[in-house]
């Protein structure tokens, strides 16, 4: 069982930052990865970001490369998400997750499949 709690997110205008975070609770250590996705209305759940707990590799989808920063502290079981230069295309609801460990080392957490747990959600609202 994990148990994700996130928290952050907001509303911010274009080429603005937010932060977001997940503090994790449970059987962290049966998960070897943790993601980021989002889901904007009428649009699929989608993966932001993935990054490995053991080794600290780091992927990200294309649309945020560069943008984006997905950060794991080990002492806090918190994962973050750090946005720079947000647009307006960035706006969704973020969801952290708990992809399977299979899961953890396929492409299969780019279109949000293979997730174990979710978190609630967060809002990130991008204003143009």
């Known amino acids: 069982q994990l148990h994700l709690v996130e928290s952050g997110g907001g509303s911010v205008e274009a080429g603005g930052s937010l932060r977001v975070a997940c503090q994790l609770f449970?059987?962290?250590?049966?998960?070897?990865?943790m993601g980021w996705f989002r889901q904007a209305p009428g649009k699929e759940r989608e993966g932001v970001a993935l990054i490995n707990r053991y080794d600290g590799a780091t992927y990200y989808a294309d649309s945020v490369k560069g943008r984006f920063t997905i950060f794991y502290n080990n002492v806090k079981s918190t994962v973050y998400l750090q946005m720079n230069n947000l647009k307006p295309e960035d706006a969704a609801m973020y969801y952290c997750g708990a992809p399977g460990k299979y899961d953890c080392y396929s492409e299969s957490w780019r279109h949000a499949s293979g997730v174990d747990y979710w978190g609630q959600g967060t809002q990130v609202t991008v204003s143009s």
């Open positions: 449970g059987q962290i250590d049966a998960f070897d990865c």
